[in-house]
């Protein structure tokens, strides 16, 4: 099996967590109070710290962590929290199954947060793992 040049994969999650916030913000009539506010239109803004590996659980599932944004994910606005909520994995790119929150979009230091702990012991191409939690 190929080894993936990880580097490039978290620069790429980086990308999808722009274009996903980016999303958010556009389609949300919510009123921003945080560092969007002041974004020009039309125009990227990287967070600071927002490094999901930040928060990534030790030991880490087999795999690589930005799995759970570039392969098999998915991901939702939390509205009443303001934030993105993103989940992903449990199969062989990553073989954990948490789910992470970045937010509150309207503070000036929003942050990743792991909401879940992953299945132990990991999930591998299954439906559910053996605790029964999905995948």
């Not at 958010?24 to 803004?45: E, F, I, N, Q, T």
């Not at 927002?50 to 994910?73: E, Q």
């Not at 009443?80 to 509150?104: Q, T």
């Not at 947060?113 to 559910?128: F, G, I, M, W, Y």
């Amino acid at each position: 099996m190929a080894r993936t040049n990880h580097g490039a994969l978290g620069a790429n999650v980086r990308r999808l967590v722009k274009v996903a916030v980016a999303t958010l913000v556009c389609a949300s009539s919510l009123s921003m109070a945080g560092p969007l506010d002041s974004a020009p239109a039309g125009r990227w803004y990287q967070f600071p710290s927002s490094r999901l590996d930040a928060v990534a659980p030790s030991p880490l599932p087999p795999g690589y962590i930005a799995a759970v944004m570039v392969a098999w994910s998915g991901g939702v606005f939390d509205t009443d929290r303001d934030r993105l909520v993103v989940w992903g994995g449990g199969h062989s790119d990553y073989g954990g199954n948490e789910v992470y929150a970045f937010g509150p979009l309207s503070s000036d230091t929003p942050r990743w947060e792991r909401l879940t702990d992953p299945s132990n012991p990991p999930a591998n191409n299954v439906v559910r793992a053996g605790d029964g939690r999905p995948v």
